[in-house]
Antibody, heavy 124, light 111 residues
Framework: QVHLQESGPGVVKPSQTLSLTCTVSGDSITGGGYFWSWIRQPAGRGLQWIGRIYSRGGTTNYNPSLKSRATISMDTSTNQFSLELTSVTAADTAVYYC????????????????WGQGALVTVS | QSVLTQPPSASGTPGQSVIISCSGSSSDIGTNAVHWYQQFPGTAPKLLIYSNSERPSGVPDRFSGSKSGTSASLAISGLQSEDEAQYYCATWDERLTGSWVFGGGTKLTVL
């Protein structure tokens, strides 16, 4: 059973860089057909996908609306993947989730099958 | 404003059935599978339906999904009080470089 846990500062100053880490246990982040994604949710609002990194090779995809402020990376030695979001504003205040984006080998559709508990980040 | 359109709210009484819709376009739902997530207050979303109509292990068969053209639906039969939650649809949007997109969410109230 895979388990994901977000960690990082709960408060970030405007214009600075938000940094979060997701620690994965119960599975290798380089094993299997997965993407590892970051998703956020402002208080009382819906979900917004930030981006993802592929478990094999580290290819990344990002939400175009974030205008290149996001960078996702992997550390295979610690079985973690990370998010950096630059030039933050109050609009970036949200609960940030890491999630496993599982690729179904039968259909090649992928979906978020495991989520971390979420980490609240306030820009202030 | 979300790419996928869901009604903001839905309701039903215990035992009733309810359907939550999710509307998109040819570049998202029209091309890719739709997945549904259930979220209780203060908790992370949980996968409820994947690949349009598949249920993960442990999800009751009261929950079912379907897709037709550029729309998808989540049906819940035999409503129970514990079904009161927020429900989100999601799919991959092929526009630009590609991106996951979500519906705005539907708050289901069991009266």
């Amino acid at each position: 059973q895979v388990h994901l846990q977000e960690s990082g500062p709960g408060v970030v100053k405007p214009s600075q860089t938000l940094s979060l880490t997701c620690t994965v246990s119960g599975d290798s982040i380089t094993g299997g057909g997965y993407f590892w994604s970051w998703i956020r949710q402002p208080a009382g609002r819906g979900l917004q996908w930030i981006g993802r990194i592929y478990s094999r090779g580290g290819t990344t995809n990002y939400n175009p609306s974030l205008k290149s402020r996001a960078t996702i990376s992997m550390d295979t030695s610690t079985n973690q993947f990370s998010l950096e979001l630059t030039s933050v504003t109050a609009a970036d205040t949200a609960v940030y989730y890491c999630a496993r984006d599982f690729i179904d080998s039968r259909t090649y559709w992928d979906y978020f099958d495991s989520w971390g508990q979420g980490a609240l980040v306030t820009v202030s | 404003q979300s790419v996928l359109t869901q009604p903001p709210s839905a309701s039903g009484t215990p035992g009733q059935s309810v359907i939550i819709s999710c509307s998109g376009s040819s570049s998202d739902i029209g091309t890719n599978a739709v997945h549904w997530y259930q979220q209780f207050p203060g908790t992370a979303p949980k996968l409820l339906i994947y690949s349009n109509s598949e249920r993960p292990s442990g999800v009751p068969d009261r929950f079912s999904g379907s897709k037709s053209g550029t729309s998808a639906s989540l049906a819940i039969s035999g409503l129970q009080s514990e079904d009161e939650a927020q429900y989100y649809c999601a799919t991959w949007d092929e526009r630009l470089t590609g991106s996951w997109v979500f519906g705005g969410g539907t708050k289901l109230t069991v009266l």
